[in-house]
């Protein structure tokens, strides 16, 4: 049993972030936070002055950007062609349509898109380097769920880096950990009951890695929720109330995610064992439907 565990919970990234570090400092920590700031300060799309906000009132032409800037653009792009596009951060114009344009928890945030926004169905015109981007000219990216899980990978390599023993990031359903747990066997972290937010359904058993649960249950608006399906630019139509996955990064873990609300369970099942991933599906009758590989994490 490790003694040495310093842990803080504050509100970052439009939700609550916990941090937790096996051997590290209240310093330490407090650099975590201050990251996971910085990230939100640069990718927010509630904000005019941030870096994603910039680039998309920009469209069409060349935008400085910093260089973690740069490496989630990438890893939105990554996200789109392993999910075949059911990822799509080019979604937001629908995403506005059905009625999430305010910040949940900053009142007065509102997103402002550019006159002639709107989705595409490729991201093959971005054109990304380490300090400068040129997205197509009506195209607006949105970090949303892949923000918050690459910031916590972020956060993890950060405080790894810093030297501490291990570390675990949770925000808002986003999990990611690396190193040494508390008990020195392995990280137990909860996945979260769709009908009631204070339970867990199961407990999964991670030595590295994510687990991310995206649900359509929350940040649901007059028009719908926010899970839009790409090929509709609706909310998805789907039983799925949650989707859990554990994979090797909380910004791959977040795309595969999303293929859960739109494709058949059963396929979407089947498929993330293949590509090194697991999942647990809830539907709207309470069922739990299990990957092949969901067992080995128990």
Request: with cysteine; aromatic share 6%; net charge negative.
């Amino acid at each position: 049993m490790t003694n040495n565990v310093v842990t803080d919970r504050r509100p970052v990234m439009g939700g609550e972030a916990v941090i937790t570090l096996v051997g590290g400092s209240p310093a330490v920590l407090d650099e975590a936070f201050a990251l996971a700031a910085l990230c939100e300060a640069m990718w927010s799309r509630f904000r005019p002055e941030s870096e994603l906000s910039l680039v998309n009132n920009n469209s069409g032409e060349q935008t400085l950007i910093s260089p973690p800037t740069a490496a989630l653009i990438y890893e939105m792009r990554e996200g789109f062609a392993l999910t075949n596009g059911d990822f799509n951060p080019t979604l937001l114009p629908a995403l506005l349509d059905v009625g999430y344009r305010g910040s949940q928890v900053h009142d007065g945030l509102v997103t402002q898109l550019p006159e002639g926004a709107r989705a595409f169905e490729s991201l093959d015109g971005i054109e990304l380097e380490t300090t400068r981007v040129t997205i197509p000219q009506g195209m607006t990216l949105d970090s949303g769920g892949i923000g918050k899980g690459f910031a916590s990978d972020l956060i993890v390599a950060a405080a790894r880096a810093s030297g501490v023993d291990g570390v675990m990031v949770s925000m808002s359903g986003d999990v990611v950990v690396a190193g040494s747990p508390p008990d020195g066997d392995a990280w137990r972290l909860g996945v979260e009951d769709p009908f009631d937010e204070s339970a867990h359904v199961q407990v999964v058993r991670l030595v590295e890695g994510a687990v991310v649960t995206s649900s359509q249950r929350k940040n649901t608006f007059t028009g719908g929720h926010h899970l839009i399906d790409p090929r509709t630019g609706r909310s998805a139509a789907t039983t799925a109330q949650t989707v859990s996955v554990i994979a090797s990064s909380g910004a791959r873990a977040e795309v595969l995610a999303k293929s859960g609300f739109l494709r058949p369970v059963a396929d979407y099942l089947e498929w993330l064992p293949s590509i090194g991933a697991a999942a647990l599906v809830i539907d709207d009758q309470g069922a739990q439907h299990e990957s092949a590989n969901w067992a080995n994490y128990r």
